[in-house]
């Protein structure tokens, strides 16, 4: 299909997209890699009157070290985010996650801000990035402030950005040498994930958050209660759908769902070494 009429324009800079979008308001959104917004936009999902591309804004596509976290640009490509030595070394789950991300096509042109603002609760970034307990950055016309993770995804492809707002930063704490895993299942390699989890342990503790279990990107916090209670990971995974609201669609039912989340968990669990 074709899409709606828009107007476009280039952004220079974070604070002229940030303008752009408080002249037009909700009628404008943000063009990145483009690979959500666009499809959308053909299905006449998204109808803007204004594309502010901000794909050259070269000053948000970094990774660095932060001192006790890694501070990832919110427009640094996926394929970036897969190959970085920092990320392997400090918080090997996040570079691992991206390199599971839709294909190479898809990796070397989306970013990572696109796919954390875009609030897909079938993406797997958003919880890689919520299992890590990470925190991301807003700026707006009245400056920049910070987002628990857990409180950025508000509902199904919505988020806690202001219309005026665009996501800068991403940061995400250190985790060198914990236990991590990430479980996926789809159909093809480059689907979308049916039912996908991901476990770390961070600060003594670990944290599990599950893809495609409800209309945002959760906390498994069920499971993540039972292992500090003591529980094994195989018992403490057979309460991974507690909480949920599994979706229905062609690929799966509910109940389907909610078998894999456990199965799923449990093998994310022990891959990551998690054992009581």
């Known amino acids: 299909m074709i899409p709606a009429a828009f107007d476009y324009v280039r952004a220079g800079s974070a604070e002229e997209a940030i303008a752009l979008l408080g002249e037009h308001g909700d009628e404008a959104k943000l063009l990145a890699g483009g690979h959500s917004l666009l499809p959308m936009m053909k299905l006449r999902l998204a109808v803007p009157s204004v594309l502010v591309d901000i794909g ?24 970036a985010l897969e190959t970085s030595d920092l990320l392997a070394a400090e918080c090997p789950l996040l570079g691992h996650v991206a390199g599971e991300v839709g294909d190479p096509q898809v990796r070397h042109r989306g970013t990572i801000g696109g796919s954390l603002a875009h609030s897909d609760p079938a993406s797997d970034l958003p919880a890689a990035v919520l299992a890590l307990g990470g925190t991301l950055v807003a700026q707006g016309p009245n400056g920049s402030r910070e987002i628990a993770a857990g409180d950025f995804f508000t509902g199904y492809f919505e988020s806690a950005l202001a219309d005026d707002e665009m996501l800068t930063e991403i940061r995400v704490p250190k985790a060198p040498g914990a236990g991590w895993n990430y479980q996926k299942f789809n159909r093809r390699a480059q689907d979308w994930a049916i039912v996908g989890a991901a476990a770390v342990t961070v600060n003594g503790g670990t944290n599990v958050a599950l893809v495609n279990m409800g209309s945002v990107p959760l906390r498994a916090s069920a499971v993540e209660a039972a292992l500090a209670g003591g529980a094994s990971a195989a018992d403490a995974a057979e309460q991974a759908a507690e909480g949920t609201n599994a979706p229905t669609d062609l690929n799966a039912t509910p109940d389907y769902r909610n078998h894999l989340a456990r199965v799923l968990t449990r093998r994310a669990l022990e891959a990551a070494g998690v054992s009581a």
Do not use: F
């Open 56 to 79: 050259r804004v070269g000053d948000l596509s970094y990774i660095t070290d932060g001192g006790d976290h890694i501070a990832v640009g919110a427009l640094t490509r996926h394929r």
